[in-house]
Nanobody, 124 residues
Framework: QVQVVESGGGLVQAGGSLRLSCAAS???????????MSWYRQAPGKERELVAS???????DYADSVKGRFDISRDNRRLTMWLQMNDLKPEDTAVYYC???????????????WGQGTQVTVSS
């Protein structure tokens, strides 16, 4: 089973920057099934929301609330994804989750993978 682990969260003042990392691991037969990778976040009392996603070919998509401030990237060989977050705002405070889409191998019994999350807190 593919596992993903986030790192890089922390406390930062408004206007500051943080860089989150997500490392995927598994056998080569499993990790080849990873297609789109995404960052989600969940603030207290709110539903989990999609922040940004990136396909294996590098096509990116962002939530309107982070466009122009966040940048998602990945290295397929290193099985790693990053989220560079700039000009952070208090409303960006949330637990950030990494997600790996393995649906193209669902028929082989592989399930999508969620990380445990990393806390990002932006003080005003």
């Amino acid at each position: 089973q593919v596992q993903v682990v986030e790192s890089g969260g922390g406390l930062v003042q408004a206007g500051g920057s943080l860089r989150l990392s997500c490392a995927a691991s598994g056998t080569s037969g499993e990790t080849i099934c990873i297609s789109t990778m995404s960052w989600y976040r969940q603030a207290p009392g709110k539903e989990r929301e999609l922040v940004a996603s990136i396909t294996g070919g590098g096509i990116t998509d962002y939530a309107d609330s982070v466009k122009g401030r966040f940048d998602i990237s990945r290295d397929n060989r290193r099985l790693t994804m990053w989220l560079q977050m700039n000009d952070l705002k208090p409303e960006d405070t949330a637990v950030y989750y990494c997600f790996a889409d393995l649906s193209r191998c669902a028929r082989l019994g592989f399930a999508d993978s969620w990380g445990q999350g990393t806390q990002v807190t932006v003080s005003s």
